[in-house]
């Protein structure tokens, strides 16, 4: 089961801040916090992935709470080529089997 | 782009055959990952491969198997399909550096359809 909850859908006007909550509660002390997304008919793209401090990016920002439990992936001025399922994945960081826990996702529909 | 390429991109197979499915990671990457796709579903793991050895699995029986070769090509093999086998199958690369998961570039997938 994955290790995050996130609201199925969200819609956000073309060219303002698209903010995705991240729900991580049970997350330990060495996992990450990765985010990927999936636009229709191809396969997931990673966006950015973060431990304890804000990440920030091209493509995005990542703000995670100081206790760990939660994080906010915030696109600064979405487009319509952001709508896409994105998914917020907590991860091991010592492990190396590649085995990330896909949830549901949330799906971003970003309106004009 | 990611460098990630996956063939076939479609496929149509019946109950109890059994398929390959093929994919060529980026230049320079050192492991390969597949996973398994449902229709309004996440991606599940179904296993990964570092330097030719299988290097952890998920929840799926032994009839899918799988192979990386020197050249970090790979290959998803599914014997005895069952209609519920039909799924978008991803390959993603990765460049181990000995620490995390580290970034996946997928591909475009590969959907099977079993009738």
């Known amino acids: 089961d994955a290790k995050t909850t996130q609201p199925p859908s969200m819609d956000c006007a073309e060219g303002r801040a698209a903010n995705l909550p991240c729900n991580h509660s049970?997350?330990?002390?060495?996992?990450?916090v990765y985010w990927y997304r999936q636009i229709h008919s191809q396969g997931p793209q990673y966006i950015i992935h973060?431990?304890?401090n804000n990440e920030t990016n091209e493509m995005a920002s990542l703000i995670i709470t100081e206790d760990r439990k939660s994080s906010t992936l915030i696109l600064p001025h979405a487009t319509l080529r952001d709508t896409a399922v994105y998914y917020c994945?907590?991860?091991?960081?010592?492990?190396?089997?590649?085995?990330?826990?896909f949830g549901q996702g949330t799906t971003l529909q970003v309106k004009p | 782009e990611t460098g990630v390429t996956q063939s076939p991109t479609h496929l149509i197979k019946t109950r109890g055959q059994q398929v390959t499915l093929r994919c060529s990671s980026q230049?320079?990457?050192?492991?390969v990952s597949w996973y398994q796709q449902a229709l309004g579903q996440g991606p599940q793991f179904i296993f990964q491969?570092?330097?030719?050895?299988?290097?952890g699995r998920g929840n799926f029986p032994p009839r899918f198997s799988g192979l990386q070769f020197p050249n970090y090509s790979s290959e998803l093999n599914v014997n005895a399909l069952e209609l519920d086998d039909s799924a978008l199958y991803l390959c993603?690369?990765?460049?181990?550096?000995?620490?995390?998961?580290?970034?996946?570039?997928f591909g475009e997938g590969s959907r099977l359809t079993v009738l």
């Open positions: 973060g431990l304890k």
């Open positions: 491969y570092y330097r030719e050895e299988e290097n």
């Open positions: 994945i907590a991860d091991h960081g010592s492990s190396n089997t590649g085995k990330l826990i």
């Open positions: 993603a690369s990765s460049f181990w550096t000995g620490r995390g998961t580290g970034e996946l570039f």
């Open positions: 230049s320079g990457h050192n492991t």
């Open positions: 049970t997350i330990s002390g060495n996992e990450y």
